[in-house]
């Protein structure tokens, strides 16, 4: 079967770095996607892995490991219009998106 | 690029009402369109794939007759929700892929919120 996992819920403070992982199971591969959803808007395209390593983009960064099926979202120096859900989806042998549940990452000051 | 306009954004409505949704792809052609539905606190949960000028793909539990989908053109695809019930009020989102396009898989409109009273 098609699996993703990722917590449900973080917390973290304005000015840290937090890193959210993902974790997957699915028929085939064909890259690995983050997005950000703010409540109440539609997902907006964060990041695009589809070899192993690390994406750097800003003060956003995203890693793969094909091999352990895993995958973090990195992101640092925390602000409080980061808090928003962060959506793990993969592209599988159809060429179709698996989403994730979700990680609601909460930012405090 | 690569824009995506869904409308209209806020819809309430009373029961038993139909009411349809656009999706266009504003700069370039969507060969395939994708509906979304997410209820509050979940996550997005696809309804169905539509390829241009052919029948929408439903997923297992979504109502063909319920959820009727269009998709016209390579620029416009339709969803209607016909005799809306207070159950289906939800966010409804759509997006569209196509050729050439960067990394991103699928874009995203803005969503539909969707009240049935």
């Known amino acids: 079967g098609q699996n993703i996992d990722q917590p449900t819920e973080m917390t973290a403070t304005e000015g840290a770095i937090v890193q959210i992982n993902c974790t997957y199971q699915t028929s085939g591969f064909n890259g690995l996607f983050w997005y950000q959803q703010h409540a109440g808007e539609a997902p907006t395209f964060l990041s695009y892995n589809v070899l192993d390593g690390l994406e750097e983009k800003g003060r956003f960064s995203s890693f793969l490991s094909r091999s352990k099926g895993y995958s973090y979202l990195l992101l640092k120096e925390l602000q409080m219009k980061d808090s928003a859900s962060y959506l793990c989806a993969i592209m599988d042998s159809n060429y179709q998106l698996i989403w994730g549940a979700g990680t609601k990452l909460i930012i405090k000051p | 690029g690569a824009v995506v306009s869904q409308h209209p954004s806020w819809v309430i409505c009373k029961s038993g009402t139909s009411v349809k949704i656009e999706c266009r792809s504003l700069d370039f052609q969507a060969t395939t369109m994708f509906w979304y539905r997410q209820f509050p606190k979940q996550s997005l949960m696809l309804m169905a794939t539509s390829n241009e000028g052919s029948k929408a793909t439903y997923e297992q539990g979504v109502e063909k007759d319920k959820f009727l989908i269009n998709h016209a053109s390579l620029t416009l695809s339709t969803l209607t929700v016909t005799s809306a019930h207070p159950e289906d009020s939800s966010f409804y989102i759509c997006?569209?892929?196509?050729?050439?396009?960067?990394?991103?898989?699928?874009?995203f409109g803005d969503g539909t919120r969707l009240s049935i009273l």
């Open positions: 997006s569209a892929s196509g050729q050439g396009l960067d990394h991103q898989p699928q874009h």
